[in-house]
């Protein structure tokens, strides 16, 4: 099962413009991360958050999170037509580093 | 360094045949997971290795197995194959077991059961 849902599933919008996606969750977490792929290959990590921190950045990326409300959220800032893929939150649900995904937002950034 | 390498990139099985695939992982990683990717979904957990003992697995039948060597590599079979066994299959590697550390992946083994 998946422990995450995201959202929006799909998001297009224009080169510079920033692009927001979300992500919830249903357990309690020690951390929680966000990974890019592209075109269905491996996943790459992008950033790591852990649950006693409220915000992150990491170049254009800016994540959030709410452990209350179980949710983070994933700001990409002035996109580039290079930043089209699909980003996944994923949690550690299982303990460890044995994640759990959720099922991905699909970004389209159109030049 | 050479990063997680999987081999082979795709592969074509009928229903009933048996598959294995292979990974290599980061060279110092000890830790080697595979993820099952069904298409339009998230990577689902299948299992995970460290030191060549089973430390995880996911909600997968007996159907599925897999193994550790002493070079870390690890192998990931699956006996009598069902079409919905058709997936991504995804290696990772990491350091070792922490929960904040990070997964390196590799490019994926498509299999297609037909």
């Known amino acids: 099962s998946q422990q995450g849902e995201e959202d929006p599933q799909a998001l297009s919008i224009q080169e510079g413009e920033n692009a927001t996606m979300n992500c919830s969750y249903k357990?309690?977490?020690?951390?929680l991360q966000w990974y890019r792929q592209n075109s269905g290959r491996g996943l790459v990590h992008l950033i790591l958050?852990?649950?006693?921190?409220r915000e992150k950045h990491s170049g254009r990326l800016r994540v959030t999170l709410d452990t209350s409300k179980k949710s983070s959220s994933l700001l990409i800032t002035a996109s580039r037509a290079a930043d089209t893929a699909s980003y996944f939150c994923?949690?550690?649900?299982?303990?460890?580093?044995?994640?759990?995904f959720g099922g991905g937002t699909r970004l389209m950034v159109k030049p | 360094d050479a990063g997680v390498t999987q081999s082979p990139t795709h592969l074509i099985k009928t229903r009933g045949q048996h598959v294995t695939l292979r990974c290599s992982p980061i060279?110092?990683?000890?830790?080697v997971s595979w993820y099952q990717q069904v298409l339009g979904q998230g990577p689902q957990f299948i299992f995970q290795?460290?030191?060549?003992?089973?430390?995880g697995r996911g909600n997968f039948p007996d159907r599925f197995s897999a193994r550790q060597f002493p070079n870390y590599s690890s192998e990931l079979n699956v006996n009598a194959l069902l079409l919905g066994d058709s997936a991504l299959y995804l290696c990772?590697?990491?350091?070792?077991?922490?929960?904040?550390?990070?997964?390196?992946f590799g490019s994926g083994t498509q299999l297609s059961v037909l």
């Open positions: 357990t309690s977490i020690n951390n």
């Open positions: 994923a949690t550690d649900e299982n303990a460890g580093n044995m994640l759990t």
């Open positions: 060279s110092g990683h000890k830790s």
């Open positions: 990772a590697s990491s350091l070792g077991l922490l929960t904040n550390e990070k997964l390196f």
């Open positions: 290795y460290y030191e060549k003992e089973e430390r």
């Open positions: 958050i852990r649950s006693n921190e």
